[in-house]
């Protein structure tokens, strides 16, 4: 059986490795104590092996390997920051809007927010608080697939609307209501910090590509 390599231990096995090691057993013990490689538990114990360690490793990680080692040490079911999760509901669309005039600094400290709110009210709702397709607050259109959205939904939800910057602030665009369109969550992750047109080219790659051929032949 394949022993695990330090980073994949529980923080639970740490502390008892450094607690066996504190109390004189030693190395080689630990390893048979709890079936772990030497390796393994010199990393933990030693903290200038684990400087080592890491300058090593960041000497030989191309993009390509740390790629490979996020896909292989995600962690499943990950429990979200309880701290980052939305605990009130109704300030969904007031913490969206404030996405959208956030600062150089990722800042909006100072905002009038009831002004910015009314001011995104009437840019997403103009004709009598509707949108153009008819839709009322909080549903309103994808600007890309059309589909129906809610500026209500909970992150992750396939209803789930998100604020897009047509041109990314990166790119120097303006955190302006001109330079805002909104798009299904799942969508604007997607698109990231493409303008329109270079997402709308890797979508057609995507559609020539082999694999959604396939896919589109077993329909």
């Not at 993009?63 to 962690?75: A, G, L, P, T």
């Not at 890309?144 to 041109?167: C, L």
């Not at 493409?194 to 589109?216: C, H, I, M, Q």
Request: glycine share 4%; aromatic share 8%.
């Amino acid at each position: 059986m394949k022993k695990p390599k330090a980073n994949r231990l529980s923080e639970e096995t740490k502390k008892l490795i450094l607690r066996l090691f504190k109390e004189g057993l030693r190395q080689r013990d630990i390893c048979e104590k709890l079936n772990l490689g030497k390796s393994t538990v010199n990393y933990i114990v030693r903290p200038k092996t684990r400087e080592k360690c890491k300058e090593r490793q960041q000497k030989r990680r191309t993009v390509f390997v740390r790629k490979i080692d996020s896909f292989f040490d995600r962690q499943k079911n990950k429990i979200k920051d309880p701290r980052k999760m939305w605990k009130r509901p109704e300030r969904r669309f007031k913490n969206k809007v404030r996405s959208i005039f956030r600062d150089a600094n990722d800042s909006s400290k100072g905002l009038d927010m009831k002004t910015r709110e009314q001011q995104v009210r009437d840019f997403l709702w103009p004709l009598n608080e509707k949108d153009k397709y008819g839709n009322e607050f909080p549903y309103t259109v994808c600007n890309f697939t059309g589909k129906t959205v809610s500026v209500m939904a909970s992150d992750g939800e396939s209803d789930a609307m998100s604020f897009d910057h047509i041109v990314a602030v990166s790119k120097g665009g303006a955190n302006n209501l001109s330079n805002i369109q909104p798009l299904a969550q799942r969508i604007n992750e997607m698109k990231k910090n493409d303008t329109n047109e270079e997402f709308f080219s890797r979508v057609r790659d995507l559609t020539e590509g082999p694999a959604y051929k396939e896919w589109l032949s077993k329909r």
